[in-house]
């Protein structure tokens, strides 16, 4: 079995805080034992052929999907375990996409053309992810940076985006795993959640009057914006599981036409 466990909850102490991400449906015995494996980002698996990577690419929505989980504690707690959390987490991602941009040319020669239309799949989709990764670390830096406190309502809101974030990715790991269409075409309907929120905290700041010197309005449209970037890659996702499965690409359609 491949030794692919993301870093996303750290053991002992740092399990109460730092956690991954509930399903809403079982993933297998390989993902059930998961494990996070602080500073393992160095150890690369030995991976072999076109299975390994797609599950690979697997891996990588899982990892995702918990760095996003992970922003709620710190949001909420400012827990310095989330943070480490989500910093296993874009180590990893960037390991990955390493890793499949390493191996696929080989693997690529050795399957037939609709193997090689999974592994190109899986290529584009481990680059979203990997600056999904980098986007949620952004915003965990910037809470990380901060010495004030930003205001509940802020909060939540960036909350609710984190949440939104978290569930298009479950979506897309079980959209890949099971080949459903109906998961590609959900995410694509989300994403108009994170915008609406997005959108709104850009209204509030930006019409408000602030003190010289206060930075906390920019910093929480900063971090609304780079959650916002995050679900367009999660919709980059779903329109490659949309290409995958039916063969065609929704990527330059209107968003609410794909959607249905």
């Not at 206060?214 to 599981?241: K, S």
């Amino acid at each position: 079995m491949l030794d692919l466990c993301p870093c996303r909850r750290a053991r002992g102490k740092r399990s109460r805080m730092a956690r991954k991400a509930p399903t809403s449906r079982s993933t297998g015995a390989e993902e059930e034992s998961a494990s996070p494996r602080p500073g393992k980002a160095s150890a690369e698996p030995k991976l072999g052929g076109p299975d390994d990577l797609a599950r690979l690419a697997l891996r990588a929505c899982l990892i995702a999907r918990d760095a996003a989980f992970n922003v709620h504690d710190l949001l909420t707690q400012s827990s310095r375990m989330a943070f480490l959390a989500i910093k296993d987490c874009e180590k990893e991602l960037d390991l990955i996409e390493r890793q499949i941009d390493e191996r696929l040319p080989a693997a690529i020669t050795r399957v037939n053309e609709a193997r090689a239309r999974q592994l190109l799949s899986s290529l584009k989709s481990t680059t979203d992810l990997e600056r999904i990764g980098d986007l949620v670390m952004s915003v965990a830096m910037r809470v990380q940076a901060r010495t004030s406190k930003m205001s509940a309502s802020d909060v939540r809101q960036l909350v609710e985006m984190s949440t939104v974030l978290r569930d298009m990715l479950d979506l897309v790991h079980k959209g890949f795993s099971t080949l459903d269409l109906e998961c590609a075409r959900k995410v694509l309907q989300m994403d108009k959640e994170i915008d609406r929120v997005c959108h709104g905290l850009f209204q509030k700041h930006l019409a408000e009057t602030v003190a010289q010197g206060d930075t906390t309005g920019f910093d929480v449209l900063l971090m609304a914006q780079a959650l916002e970037r995050a679900g367009d890659h999660t919709t980059n996702l779903a329109e490659d599981l949309y290409s995958l499965i039916e063969g065609r690409s929704v990527r330059h359609m209107p968003k609410k036409k794909a959607a249905n």
